[in-house]
């Protein structure tokens, strides 16, 4: 048996006034997850959890199977282990996010989407001037990068992404040791704005990264392994460290494809072509797209509705037929949240999914997959992690 998902960040949504009350899945072009939907079983699935951030790191965690509150250290260990960050015993993990800052309001998280190379000179313009012996910064991709430090695990901090358009201040580092991650914010921010990076992306119009933000703190991540507990060998695809973290602390493969971004440019036919190469030697993939994320967050609904057809037409389309040359197969479409174009974040609410096995496909009207019709079953997970062995073992 073989066993893929394809998991669009974010996709889940709430009724839009503008597209008539519908939500941007019910408003996009989605012929192929519609085809699929009227042969599947589905329902709605809760992948967040009380008491944890609204974060993709625990609705990714959750939608592989791991019961965060039996394994959640932390985001930022997540990113660490795909980047290869070996973390000691008392080594803390953060998020260090390149963000632009006006008036000490939040004005982007993500710096006009920075480029790799741009962010990488910046994050190592600062390990050298910030860094120590207990103190270093770590370049990954575009606006997300890490930094280690010796303790700090019990400060609490506000993602960025949370509070565009607000003021700093109330969001700033609290708890023991939050000091010190306040003054290598305020150091980073008298470094940045002047450095000749920021000074061209001025120039050329773009917004630049004049400050880090440090969030998503812990410790090493341990989580089970998927070849242990289902005797299943898989991998991974995502352009996103933190995903990329979690699949690697599981046993799973990273597979790197060529243009993949994060955003709505990413190479999303590649994703697809390449998890089919990777299936002839697993028996699991975890395709996950983020643009759709991305959009939401930045209130984007014509952008959303765009990275959902993208979704569809390049991914769920190649993936339906490829997996046809498979004797026997799965295939699961979801999201690890909703981030709702109005509200711009995450939220708690339940998103659908639907499992396609065309040896048990059923059939249905011919309705379209959305919010509505997959509640309309009446079939949910309020656990979501039970969704997933479900998915491998039904």
Known sequence: MKYIILLADGMGDVPVEELGGKTPLE????PHMDALFRHSMSGMVNPLCKGFPFGSDIGNMTMLGNNPNEHYTGRAPMEAANMGI??????VAFRCNLVYVKSEKMID????????????????????????????FYPGKSYRHIMVMKGGENIKASPPHDITGQSIEPHMPKGAGADRLIQLMRDSQFLLDGHEVNMRRRAEGKNPANMIWLWGQGKKLDLPQLKEKYGLKGAVISAVDLVNGIGISMGLKVVDVPGVTGYIDTNFAGKADYALKAMKNVD???????????????????????????????????????????????IMITSDHATPVKAGTHTNDPV?????DPSKAVNSAPIKYSEKAAAITGIAYKNGWELFDFFIKK
């Open 86 to 91: 070996e973390l000691g015993g008392k080594d």
């Open 27 to 30: 408003a996009a072009n989605t």
């Open 352 to 356: 659908p999914f639907m499992i396609y």
């Open 284 to 330: 699991f993939v975890y395709l996950h797209v983020e643009a759709t994320d991305e959009m939401g967050h930045n209130k984007d609904i014509k952008g959303k509705i765009h990275a959902i057809e993208k979704f569809d037409g390049e991914i769920v389309s190649r993936i339906s037929e490829g997996m046809k040359q498979f004797r026997e197969y799965r």
């Open 109 to 136: 998280y993500s710096s006009g989407h920075i480029s790799t190379e741009e962010s990488k000179t910046l994050i190592k313009m600062l390990d050298k001037k910030l860094g120590s012996d207990d103190v270093r």
